[in-house]
């Protein structure tokens, strides 16, 4: 009996694989930035208090970014995060420089439920692209942002749906950044697929 489940669970495996179908973690080429321990990967900007407890990328006051010492162009992106709802938080994308993040030199894929403007609020990519109604919310429990960047084409699924997809060439390359613009965020998984 138990040759016959591991002899199914192999095949299942197998058969996920060649259909494209294994899990991120599993697949070659994914580099883990955050995986539950180390902050090696990133150098940090600002006053943010960022600490890692029990396996959790934690900051609970900005402003601050955690920021990669690698620059990546075109990528996939897969991020496990919690915030409060009046949270301010971001991923920034192929930031221009490294020690004076913005959303005016780098793509911001935003995580603010509370936002005067929600249309650039969660999921929106602040100044380029806008989301729609019902606007998508993070407050209160645990999120994934799947963000994909190829050439001039920026796509965020939040979630597992779609909140923009776009095209622009302003920036090509550059580093990623968290952020920690106030209140509680959390991180608990942080890998991309660089190519």
């Given at each position: 009996?138990?040759?016959r489940t591991?002899?199914?669970a192999g095949a299942s495996a197998s058969a996920l694989a060649l259909a494209?179908?294994?899990?991120?973690?599993?697949?070659?080429?994914?580099?883990s930035l955050f995986d539950g321990g180390s902050l090696d990967a990133f150098d940090r900007l600002g006053e943010a208090d960022w600490r890692v407890a029990g396996g959790i990328l934690e900051a609970t006051r900005g402003p601050g970014f955690l920021v990669t010492k690698r620059s990546f162009g075109d990528f996939r992106l897969q991020a496990e995060f919690y915030v409060e709802a009046s949270t301010n938080s971001g991923i920034f994308i192929r930031c221009q420089d490294g020690r004076k993040v913005t959303a005016s030199n780098a793509y911001e894929v935003n995580i603010w439920?509370?936002?005067?403007?929600?249309t650039y609020g969660t999921g929106a990519v602040v100044d380029?692209?806008?989301v729609s109604m019902p606007y998508p919310k993070a407050g209160g429990r645990w999120n994934t942002f799947d963000i994909t960047a190829r050439g001039r084409r920026i796509a965020v699924v939040m979630n597992g749906q779609r909140t923009v997809d776009f095209?622009?060439?302003?920036?090509?390359?550059g580093p990623i950044a968290l952020q920690s613009g106030g209140g509680l965020v959390r991180f608990r998984s942080v890998r991309i697929l660089p190519g």
């Open positions: 009996m138990k040759r591991l002899l199914t494209g179908c294994a899990t991120p973690g599993s697949m070659d080429g994914w580099i439920d509370t936002r005067k403007d929600p380029f692209a806008k095209e622009d060439g302003k920036f090509a390359s």
